[in-house]
């Protein structure tokens, strides 16, 4: 192991410190938040050497934990929030973390403290990690083109009722939120008219999809998958008082909706609807959560085109207002966090478990 990768790692180790000081300067955090991170080369121990589009990384809940939710719906929740919301039992499907991340070492990025400025090929990794950390708290969707058939729903799971179990349609709580712009029509009501289907759990894959399609249900999948690569189909709604079913004029719009990324065609599973509109937020305090990173961008210039740098820092008004609709505690006052890159220190309330493949080699299968 030579100096430059212990050196590498610390640097790293410093970035995940940081994000979670960021974190916790927005979120009042009931429970602490344990994070397994590893930082390797994608191409070494994944294969993936593409030259073309370098995968920076990425994050998930490391469990989706089903909880009924207020309106009698059972929706799954990411482990980290689960946590925040005081139910009085320990969920026996917890897990020792509650986000798992990994990040690509196989690319050139810059730390707090590099020469400035940065190049058109360089990565602010404090952004990335951020970025990455908030979908582990809970930005994600559970809508997807799952039988690659362009037709989306959300995702299949098992139900138990007794002596019976049940497969079904579940979203996650992130879900329950999300309208159509143009109709104000939620999509768990959606959600609803595709439970109408009876999954068959004993049917093989082609011949559950054969039955999907022939399904009455198919055609609103299939408009859905539309949806889903139109631009500006989408929100997230933040005021509950707004009457559903109804077109939302602009300011409804502009004020109490975030606009998801649904331009992209074909849909990205990766991208589509558990992202911020790129259009409509790049120049704002919302960027943090856009699909794509703008090239030789800091987190801080980010921060300062968009004016959040000392109002809410890199999780702008509207993700402060989603956070807040999925149950975390939100901070009323935002103080920008201390950071010093060189510090060893670590959070009480956001955990690091960190295991660098520079230090140690403990690939967790994550996917």
Same mark, same amino acid.
């Given at each position: /192991?030579?100096?430059?990768?212990?050196?590498?790692?610390?640097?790293?180790?410093?970035?995940?410190?940081?994000?979670?000081?960021?974190?916790?300067a927005t979120l009042n955090l009931k429970s602490p938040i344990t994070v397994d991170a590893q930082f390797f080369d994608f191409c070494i121990q994944n294969g993936d050497?593409?030259?073309?589009?370098?995968?920076?990384?990425?994050?998930?809940?490391?469990?989706?934990?089903?909880?009924?939710?207020?309106?009698?719906?059972?929706?799954? !929740?990411?482990?980290?929030?689960?946590?925040?919301?005081?139910?009085?039992?320990?969920?026996?499907?917890?897990?020792?973390?509650?986000?798992?991340?990994?990040?690509?070492?196989?690319?050139?990025?810059?730390?707090?403290?590099?020469?400035?400025?940065?190049? #058109?090929?360089?990565?602010?990794?404090? !952004?990335?990690?951020?970025? #990455?950390?908030?979908?582990?708290?809970?930005?994600?969707?559970?809508?997807?083109? !799952?039988?690659?058939?362009?037709?989306?729903?959300?995702?299949?799971?098992?139900?138990?009722?007794?002596?019976?179990?049940?497969?079904?349609?579940? #979203?996650?709580?992130?879900?329950?939120?999300?309208?159509?712009?143009?109709?104000?029509?939620?999509?768990?009501?959606?959600?609803?008219?595709?439970?109408?289907?009876?999954?068959?759990?004993?049917?093989?894959?082609?011949?559950?999809?054969?039955?999907?399609?022939?399904?009455?249900?198919?055609?609103?999948?299939?408009?859905?998958?539309?949806?889903?690569?139109?631009?500006?189909?989408?929100?997230?709604?933040?005021?509950?008082?707004?009457?559903?079913?109804?077109?939302?004029?602009?300011?409804?719009?502009?004020?109490?909706?975030?606009?998801?990324?649904?331009?992209?065609?074909?849909?990205?599973?990766?991208?589509?609807?558990?992202?911020?509109?790129?259009?409509?937020?790049?120049?704002?305090?919302?960027?943090?959560?856009?699909?794509? !990173?703008?090239?030789? %961008?800091?987190?801080?210039? /980010?921060?300062?085109?968009?004016?959040?740098?000392?109002?809410?820092?890199?999780?702008?008004? %509207?993700?402060?207002?989603?956070?807040?609709?999925?149950?975390?505690?939100? %901070?009323?006052?935002?103080?920008?966090?201390?950071?010093?890159?060189?510090?060893?220190?670590?959070?009480?309330?956001?955990?690091?478990?960190?295991?660098?493949?520079?230090?140690?080699?403990?690939?967790?299968?994550?996917?």
């Amino acid at each position: /192991m030579s100096h430059d990768d212990k050196a590498l790692c610390n640097k790293v180790k410093n970035v995940f410190i940081a994000a979670g000081q960021f974190i916790t300067a927005t979120l009042n955090l009931k429970s602490p938040i344990t994070v397994d991170a590893q930082f390797f080369d994608f191409c070494i121990q994944n294969g993936d050497c593409g030259t073309e589009t370098v995968i920076l990384g990425a994050a998930k809940p490391s469990r989706m934990i089903p909880h009924p939710d207020a309106d009698g719906k059972i929706r799954l !929740y990411p482990q980290a929030l689960y946590k925040q919301l005081n139910v009085p039992t320990v969920h026996p499907e917890m897990g020792q973390s509650e986000i798992t991340a990994i990040f690509n070492s196989r690319m050139n990025y810059w730390f707090n403290g590099d020469p400035m400025p940065m190049s #058109e090929r360089q990565v602010d990794l404090l !952004y990335v990690v951020i970025h #990455e950390l908030t979908h582990g708290l809970g930005f994600t969707n559970s809508w997807n083109d !799952y039988f690659n058939i362009q037709a989306l729903t959300p995702a299949v799971g098992n139900i138990s009722n007794g002596s019976t179990t049940q497969a079904q349609f579940f #979203e996650f709580i992130f879900d329950k939120s999300i309208i159509l712009l143009q109709s104000g029509t939620p999509l768990t009501s959606i959600t609803d008219q595709l439970n109408q289907f009876q999954i068959n759990p004993t049917l093989s894959d082609q011949d559950l999809i054969n039955s999907f399609q022939a399904s009455p249900q198919f055609p609103i999948a299939q408009n859905m998958y539309k949806n889903g690569v139109t631009h500006s189909t989408m929100g997230f709604l933040f005021n509950s008082d707004i009457p559903l079913n109804t077109p939302l004029s602009q300011d409804q719009i502009q004020n109490d909706v975030l606009v998801l990324e649904t331009s992209l065609n074909p849909f990205q599973p990766s991208s589509s609807i558990g992202h911020v509109d790129f259009d409509t937020y790049v120049n704002t305090a919302d960027f943090l959560m856009m699909f794509t !990173y703008p090239p030789g %961008k800091t987190l801080d210039q /980010m921060m300062s085109n968009g004016g959040s740098a000392k109002t809410t820092g890199p999780m702008g008004p %509207k993700l402060r207002q989603l956070l807040g609709v999925l149950g975390y505690d939100v %901070k009323k006052d935002y103080t920008p966090p201390t950071i010093n890159i060189t510090s060893n220190s670590s959070l009480t309330s956001f955990n690091l478990v960190f295991s660098l493949i520079c230090i140690l080699l403990t690939f967790i299968n994550w996917y």
